[in-house]
């Protein structure tokens, strides 16, 4: 049975380390390059995500969704090198098409930030157990039913694409024809939304079943099945990232 969720299932120190951490990771990976303004800043955090994703042997895992995101920061290389408001250093010509220094240095920083939410976001996703996630964030006082909403999101994808898979395996058994051109896939899309919307609704009606079963709405205090620990390791991880985002604060507001 698949899992429902992004997790890869590895034993590697970033694994293990607390959900709290690499959620306090992503906040610095993200703030930090806004901070200097910079695009050294945002290459540099850039490459420690890299590397902290190597580390954790997840990378692969990342490539099929940088791969969708560079046909879209692409196109906004192209846009801006060309139209981008305040153009007028040209950089090099295409046949008749000019591009501009001052709309491709802007884009690479956007293209920058974009790698830096990517890199930090799937380090935290691909490395962290959803109910493990779930239940730092309640415990330090996150209320349940968000944590119940970001719960679902962190596993909608991966249910809706096993859900798709026994869909399609329904009705190929049945002889519907799946594959071939752009009509018959179109003929065949719609036998495929029916089921999933109907298997969706059923889904959320036992899961509210299932919580309320479980006192979900009780306004008694929860416990935790697995309490996750702050080792010394995080909290050393945890005062880095804090000096980090201070330390670019100060720059912001000194330099």
């Not at 690499?22 to 930090?32: D, Q, T």
């Not at 580390?55 to 846009?79: D, E, H, N, T, Y």
């Not at 153009?87 to 491709?104: A, C, D, K, R, W």
């Amino acid at each position: 049975m698949k899992s429902l969720s992004l997790f890869v299932e590895k034993d590697t120190t970033i694994h293990r380390m607390n959900p709290i951490s690499k959620i306090i990771y992503v906040f610095a990976a993200i703030v930090i390059p806004m901070l200097i303004g910079n695009h050294a800043s945002a290459l540099l955090v850039a490459l420690l995500s890299f590397m902290l994703l190597l580390w954790a042997q997840v990378f692969r895992k990342v490539i099929p969704l940088m791969g969708f995101s560079i046909l879209i920061l692409f196109s906004i290389v192209v846009i801006q090198g060309m139209y981008k408001e305040g153009n007028h250093t040209p950089l090099f010509t295409l046949g008749s098409i000019v591009f501009y220094q001052e709309g491709i240095w802007f884009s690479a920083e956007i293209c920058l930030q974009v790698l830096n939410m990517l890199e930090a976001f799937s380090l935290l996703v691909l490395t962290t157990k959803p109910p493990d996630l779930i239940e730092s964030l309640v415990s330090k006082g996150l209320s349940p039913k968000f944590g119940y909403v970001l719960s679902s999101v962190l596993q909608i994808i991966p249910q809706m694409a096993t859900t798709m898979e026994t869909i399609i395996d329904a009705q190929r058994s049945r002889g519907m024809k799946m594959e071939g051109n752009l009509l018959t896939r179109i003929r065949a899309f719609f036998p495929l939304i029916g089921p999933v919307v109907m298997t969706s609704l059923i889904s959320v009606k036992e899961r509210t079943m299932a919580l309320e079963v479980r006192c979900f709405t009780s306004k008694r205090k929860k416990t935790f099945l697995n309490v996750q620990q702050v080792t010394l390791q995080d909290k050393i991880f945890q005062g880095i990232m804090a000096i980090c985002v201070a330390g670019s604060l100060l720059w912001r507001f000194v330099r």
